[in-house]
């Protein structure tokens, strides 16, 4: 496992914003060595289910696990999210999903710009 896939690469695929045929083509050229967070595949569902769409997250869900480690922070873990967003000023989602890819040693993988603020921290990729 080698990287830590951020909610948005995922939303993009399911939402079918313009970024859409990078993230897929990541994900398949790199299968088997991704993960999701615990947080990611549950706003995932959220989203999915306040529009309507469970047979999405679902077939999300059948689609990634197979291939894909889900991941999750200890409870001590959740002590430097609250660091992390003190320090870098991220909101929660990206200081979890900083905090957990750092304690594991992934490449952060992401759309999100406001992780720049932490490449000295974490080894980034932009898609």
């Known amino acids: 496992m080698n990287f830590l896939v951020d909610t948005n690469i995922f939303l993009e695929i399911l939402l079918g914003q313009p970024n859409k045929g ?5 994900l398949q050229e790199n299968t088997g060595r ?14 999915c289910y ?33 660091q992390s967003h003190q320090r870098y000023g991220l909101d929660f989602d990206d200081a979890y999903h900083f905090t ?3 304690s594991c040693g992934l490449t952060l993988v992401t759309q999100d710009s406001d992780f ?7 080894s980034l990729r932009f898609l």
């Open 22 to 26: 990078r993230c897929k083509s990541f």
């Open 50 to 82: 306040r529009s309507r769409r469970q047979q999405v997250y679902q077939a999300f869900l059948s689609d990634i696990f197979p291939a894909t480690t889900l991941l999750h922070l200890d409870k001590q873990g959740y002590a430097a999210v609250l």
């Open 100 to 102: 957990l890819a750092r």
């Open 34 to 47: 991704c993960a999701i967070s615990d947080f990611a595949a549950h706003s995932i569902g959220v989203i």
């Open 116 to 122: 720049d603020r932490v490449k000295a921290e974490v």
